[in-house]
């Protein structure tokens, strides 16, 4: 503990020395104190476990004036009382001191990795994490456990991109998640998810799709995040008869037809054989899905579209009749077409539109929308 504690007075620039104001000064605490009375770094004196007002009164004995850092702040941990006001005096001592508090950094690009226990989460969160190109550090959520990881990946032209790993069942923690946990890892997983720019679905390479997997992908549509697809344990197929690259894409095709658009990576993350692939694509999806197209470039879509498809357009009954589209939002794109009728839109006019715009621009990985509004004329 002592060894630890020089270590972290060595890196800090303050001190937050917790006490428990239920225990009064203990022997170690004395100890403490005197070796942090040597060190010129700034300390503050917190008595935890103040959780109720017997317990908060503790903290005003005079006792503690004789570890010589001033009254305690009392706080509870467990409950958060006090926490605000610690905050705002640390806040306060490193303005004081010229620190500012530590800013977090720039995080370019948020990732969540989800997958059904035993598809090989943590194997390959340690197969990024441990890439020669780059450097982890691990980030608490702002105040609960499981951590997220930072890994600054550098580029081959040059750039460094800070890509947030969300941990998103504490993966790299666990483990084995036990089968009675199975659905709340799943669940909790669709919430930290949300917050990703890309969500990479781990699928076992051995095992398939299974439905619980097309529930995930499907999730990650609905809620507009990019979605890539990691085929792992690729090491297998040989010895599964899994057949090729290829075959797999085909199989995965025909169980999920929905999932067209999403860009698949075949990888082992045991032999972390093409696993350095996987961030590069996620980040490819991620700029899929902030493109914006000049409207000069949709209105020469529309042109063409509507020359080579003339049978789906026209001015007929029941024809729809398009003026033209915009793009209406990023992440993910939005095209909006305007329309003289939406009554003559049928959904698979829309989705014949998504598919040809898909076949124009690719934006793989990323879902997109089109929309349409009604104009008189
Ligand atoms: P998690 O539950 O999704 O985090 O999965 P783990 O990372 O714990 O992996 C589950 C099992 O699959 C472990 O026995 C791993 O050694 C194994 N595994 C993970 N990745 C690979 C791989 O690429 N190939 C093979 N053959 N096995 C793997």
Avoid at 185 to 207: H, Q, T, Y
Wanted: aromatic share 4%; hydrophobic share 40%; proline share 5%.
């Amino acid at each position: 503990m002592r060894r630890q504690a020089e270590l972290a007075i060595k890196k800090a620039d303050l001190i937050l020395f917790i006490v428990d104001v239920t225990q009064g000064i203990m022997p170690q605490d004395r100890a403490l104190a005197a070796a942090l009375r040597k060190t010129k770094k700034p300390v503050l004196l917190t008595a935890n476990k103040a959780d109720n007002p017997r317990a908060r009164r503790l903290a005003d004995e005079q006792e503690w004036l004789k570890l010589s850092f001033g009254p305690p702040m009392a706080i509870s941990a467990a409950n958060g009382t006090g926490v605000g006001d610690l905050l705002d005096e640390l806040e306060k001592q490193s303005a004081a001191t010229g620190l500012g508090l530590v800013p977090l950094p720039k995080i370019d690009l948020h990732v969540a990795i989800i997958g059904r226990p035993n598809v090989g989460k943590s194997t390959l969160l340690n197969a990024l994490a441990g890439e020669d190109r780059s450097i982890v550090s691990e980030v608490p959520h702002t105040t609960k456990e499981p951590q997220d990881t930072l890994v600054t990946l550098h580029r081959e032209d040059g750039t460094d991109m800070n890509i947030l790993l969300i941990d998103t069942v504490g993966i790299r923690k666990r483990a084995h998640v036990e089968t009675g946990l199975e659905s709340m890892g799943v669940r909790m997983s669709l919430g930290e998810a949300a917050r990703a720019d890309v969500i990479i679905l781990i699928i076992d390479a051995a095992e398939g799709m299974n439905q619980q997997e097309k529930r995930l992908a499907g999730f990650a549509a609905e809620k507009k995040r990019g979605l890539l697809i990691v085929v792992n344990k690729w090491d297998l197929a040989a010895e599964k008869k899994l057949g090729t690259a290829e075959d797999f894409s085909k199989y995965l095709s025909g169980q999920a037809p929905f999932l067209e658009w999403v860009p698949l990576v075949f990888v082992s993350a045991a032999n972390r054989s093409h696993t350095n692939k996987i961030l590069e694509k996620a980040i490819e999806v991620a700029t899929q899905r902030q493109r914006v197209l000049t409207q000069e470039v949709i209105d020469a879509f529309m042109e063409k579209l509507k020359k080579t498809h003339h049978a789906s357009f026209g001015r007929g009954e029941n024809r729809p009749h398009v003026y033209g589209m915009t793009q209406a939002g990023s992440e993910p794109p939005i095209f909006m077409m305007v329309v003289k009728d939406k009554e003559t839109l049928h959904p698979n006019f829309m989705r014949f539109v998504e598919n040809r715009l898909r076949d124009e621009f690719g934006f793989e990985g990323t879902p997109i929308r089109v929309l349409a509004r009604e104009i008189d004329g």
